[in-house]
DNA sequence: AAGTAGACTTGGGGGA
DNA sequence: ATCGCCCAAGTCTACT
């Protein structure tokens, strides 16, 4: 899916469109896609906007949030005519001014929850540092990293060390930080977790400078692309600008990109 | 406890 | 051109 800068162009995005709309009704298009443990009965305003990891949260001024997650493929496109929708439209969300938010996802893993304002979800509190924030610093990754033997690639794809990294950011990260993705996470020398940390930091905020990375399906609220993809230095590619072979190898079922030359 | 394969699901792309 | 196999931005569960 979207990984922490596709999701916060996406905030970004809703706070412009929809920020203080009123909610008439949350249609669900496909069963499964939306959890409710209670009915909504009163008409509500959306108070606030925010992110934890990759996790959208929609707060509302009548003591509800929705907590939408877009794993894969989902997506929060904006429409200005209810009368449209789109291929893989699982749920909609209905506005009092004729606008509306499609939830749309080919491959249906994303969920849409509904929860009282104080209720909280076990991943939600669970998750790890922000990485933009001060909390994520080599004290904190030292420490979190210190009795974990998985390999790197695998401890920073875990979102209760990180919340919001990917599978496309953590091989870039690696790649500039210059560290072998197969590296056990707790035998990294401080020299190189201190890479780890400043150049998580420094493509994360320009990933978001680009609106994130479209591979396939990502798109932000106006259904358009991100443009970091052209910037990517290892994921998906085939030779390393050193000259050498990009490897591919499979960690914890997923693909990791890296060059042997570069990475050490 | 830590680590990982499998499951969930649809569609696009490279190859036979 | 068709068929079918492999692969994909994520995370939860169940097993060793």
Request: charged fraction near 25%; charge should be positive.
């Amino acid at each position: 899916m979207p990984e922490l800068p596709e999701v916060q162009t996406i905030i970004n995005g809703l706070n412009s469109k929809v920020l203080g709309k009123e909610i008439t009704k949350i249609i669900e298009l496909r069963p499964g896609t939306v959890y409710r443990q209670f009915p909504i009965t009163s008409l509500d305003n959306i108070i606030s906007i925010s992110r934890k990891g990759k996790y959208i949260i929609l707060q509302t001024s009548s003591n509800y949030k929705l907590i939408i997650h877009l794993r894969m493929t989902g997506k929060l496109i904006f429409e200005n005519d209810l009368t449209k929708t789109s291929n893989h439209a699982r749920a909609e969300i209905v506005f009092s001014d004729k606008t509306k938010l499609i939830f749309d996802d080919v491959r249906t893993f994303g969920k849409i929850q509904i929860l009282k304002f104080n209720e909280e979800v076990p991943a939600l509190i669970n998750l790890g540092v922000e990485p933009l924030s001060e909390e994520f610093n080599i004290i904190y990754l030292k420490n979190k990293l210190k009795n974990r033997k998985a390999p790197i690639k695998n401890a920073l794809l875990d979102q209760t060390v990180i919340a919001g990294l990917g599978n496309i950011y953590v091989a870039e990260i690696l790649f500039r930080a210059k560290v072998h993705p197969a590296t056990s996470a707790n035998n990294i020398k401080s020299t190189k977790l201190e890479r780890i940390v400043s150049e998580t930091k420094i493509i994360l905020r320009e990933a978001i400078k680009h609106n994130g990375t479209t591979i396939s399906d990502y798109r932000n609220v106006e259904d358009k692309t991100g443009e970091f993809q052209n910037f990517l230095k290892v994921y998906g590619k085939k030779i390393c600008k050193c000259g050498a072979m990009i490897q591919k190898i499979k960690q914890a079922g997923r693909t990791t990109y890296f060059c042997e030359e570069c990475q050490r």
